[in-house]
């Protein structure tokens, strides 16, 4: 250990190096001249040798070397009497005086240090390699089997064999999970085939009902007619019809299920059946009509389950409608001549709620040329955005002001584009379904 003085810059030994001169009390003394107490609080470092007059030939060249270099904080290397050493000098702060700790070690015990490392090091990798060897040939041992077991699970698997197999037993954790994980698999591709033969059945079951709309506009002279139908799933509650009766007038009707998807489709089937079954007599009404229809429902269908529906007729010859609701509003109607948009709401409850239900006379409706009937599920005025906003039935109302004089087909059109516009990317939420008939100008 060195002193240096602030001021001389002068280093001073006051920590003595290895060396066997200086192992007793006595030479350590006689080394560093020590004097009395007295004299050494007024004249200290007087008394102390330099590095060089050790004459310790290590420590004097490391202290040339250390000083030449600049004095770095690293190692540096040096040579002393046909030697190569390594030497270092860290410094610590004593009031005016800094202390100075230096260590040199000779070239060669550090590369015996190093040589004993790496032996160390090359027999700790025998001996893990030995242990992990043993480890691996144990551990292949108490996985092999099972793992043998899994793989012709998977074979099974992949043949298309679902079933449960015989149990995987293991007492690795691991294997036990990776047999849970196999199991799980299998559940969830059962699952996934079911979920693909019912998208098979809903698209069958969606093409059966698309077929049950007519595809064609009825022969109806003096007038244009147009219908349309998007369901909120691949199946879906509402429904619109039209079919020629006997003496020659055109029956339409609209109607609208509670919910939508396959179960509210099943009831439309069963009322189109109904509808054409009951509208078959040469002296159609369209109360009785009704009648039939909701005792026959009324016996079918669940609790809780009911139709709204529109039924009217069109007569070429007399050019009018006569339109009968059993809950289905509103009835929008344009007159042209007068600018005036009529909307009517429901005559009589929905169809399926009671039974014994007298339902009343149609109301007559004279068409004259332009004049326009617009009948919607209530899927377009209740379609909503993103801040929950309905389109509503005044939305609804305008467009038909606006765009009555386009033909009944392209009037539905621009309705659904403006409904569509109005939800701005938000998921229909409810079947829509539209009927349009327009007294034509001729």
């Known amino acids: 250990m060195l002193v240096e003085n602030h001021d001389t810059q002068k280093f001073k030994v006051v920590g003595l190096p290895k060396d066997p001169r200086y192992e007793s009390v006595e030479s350590i003394r006689e080394a560093l001249v020590f004097v009395p107490p007295e004299s050494a609080v007024a004249d200290t470092d007087a008394q102390l040798p330099s590095p060089q007059q050790l004459e310790v030939p290590a420590v004097a060249a490391a202290m040339n070397a250390w000083v030449q270099d600049g004095r770095p904080q690293q190692p540096l290397r040096f040579a002393s009497s046909g030697e190569h050493w390594w030497g270092g ?56 089997r099972p793992i043998e077991s899994l793989v012709e699970e998977s074979e099974r698997i992949s043949k298309g064999d679902l079933e449960p197999g015989k149990g995987i037993e293991s007492n690795v954790d691991e294997i036990r999970r990776l047999a849970e994980a196999h199991d799980n698999m299998r559940e969830g591709l059962k699952s996934v085939i079911k979920l693909e033969k019912l998208e098979r059945d809903l698209d069958i079951a969606r093409d059966i009902q698309m077929g049950l709309l007519p595809e064609e506009s009825p022969d109806t002279p003096g007038f244009e007619i147009a219908g349309w139908n998007r369901p909120a799933d691949k199946t879906g509650g509402d429904y619109f019809d039209w079919l020629t009766l006997p003496d ?38 369209l109360s009785t009509v009704l009648g039939r229809i909701n005792e026959l ?23 009018q409608v006569r339109l009968l609701s059993a809950g289905q509003a509103p009835l929008l109607f344009y007159e042209t001549a007068t600018d005036t948009l009529h909307n009517w709401d429901a005559d009589d409850v929905p ?29 377009f005025f209740e379609a909503t955005n993103a801040a929950d906003e309905e389109f509503g039935i005044e939305a609804l109302e305008q467009f038909i002001r606006d765009h009555h004089q386009l033909p ?13 516009s109005h939800a701005a990317g938000e998921e229909q939420g409810d079947d829509l379904t539209a009927l349009v008939i327009k007294r034509t100008a001729g």
């Open 89 to 144: 000098f860290r410094s610590f702060e004593l009031g005016d005086n800094t202390l100075w700790i230096g260590v040199v070690v000779p070239e060669g015990d550090l590369s015996g240090g190093i040589r004993l490392q790496q032996l160390l090091l090359m027999g700790t990798v025998i001996a893990v390699l030995g242990i992990g060897l043993f480890r691996a040939i144990t551990l292949a041992k108490r996985f092999s």
């Open 408 to 420: 009944p087909a392209e009037f539905i059109d621009q309705l659904y584009s403006q409904v569509k």
């Open 248 to 285: 020659g007038r055109t029956l339409f009707t609209l109607a609208d299920v509670t919910g939508h998807g396959i179960g509210p489709a099943l009831i439309v089937a069963v009322f189109r059946a109904y509808l054409r079954s009951s509208a078959s007599d040469d002296d159609v009404k």
């Open 297 to 319: 429902l009324c016996e079918d269908i669940p609790e809780g389950r009911f139709i709204t529906a529109a039924m009217g007729i069109i007569n070429s010859a007399t050019q």
């Open 351 to 379: 169809l399926g709620l009671m039974d014994g239900v007298d339902f009343g006379r149609p109301r007559t409706i004279n068409f004259a040329p332009g004049d326009l009937l617009v009948l919607t599920t209530d899927g």
